[in-house]
């Protein structure tokens, strides 16, 4: 028995153009994970201007990690060594009042804090 299906112009375009789509796309995951890789590590939040890196730091070593609030963050600025950035910040201290502290926060290139000291405008 023969087969009636026989393959017209109209499917070979359309194979084509399937062929050059998968090629687009191909081509376009390959630029966006090469993108991700150039990335900085350190860097502002699109959302809510913070760094993970100082907020995680500040979680771990705030008297009470819960009361952090903060108040205005600094861009990313990349230094010979790493980063640093600003943050203005509330948190309770020791005695359970709530105190505004402006920090420093320099980082190296892996993401990791490597100093804090305060802001001197």
């Not at 230094?79 to 509330?90: D, I, L």
Request: aromatic letters at 14%; glycine letters at 6%.
């Amino acid at each position: 028995m023969k087969s009636n299906k026989h393959i017209t112009k109209y499917d070979m375009v359309i194979a084509f153009g399937f062929l050059i789509f998968l090629v687009w796309f191909l081509l376009k995951v390959g630029n966006m994970a090469e993108t991700r890789k150039q990335e900085p590590l350190v860097y502002n939040s699109s959302w809510d201007s913070s760094v993970t890196q100082v907020r995680d730091y500040l979680q771990n070593n705030l008297k009470d990690p819960k009361s952090f609030e903060a108040i205005e963050w600094s861009k990313v600025a990349k230094t010979e060594s790493g980063f640093m950035v600003r943050c203005k910040y509330r948190a309770k201290n020791s005695f359970g009042g709530y105190g505004i502290e402006n920090k420093i926060f320099l980082l190296d290139k892996s993401g990791r804090v490597l100093s804090v000291f305060d802001y001197q405008p």
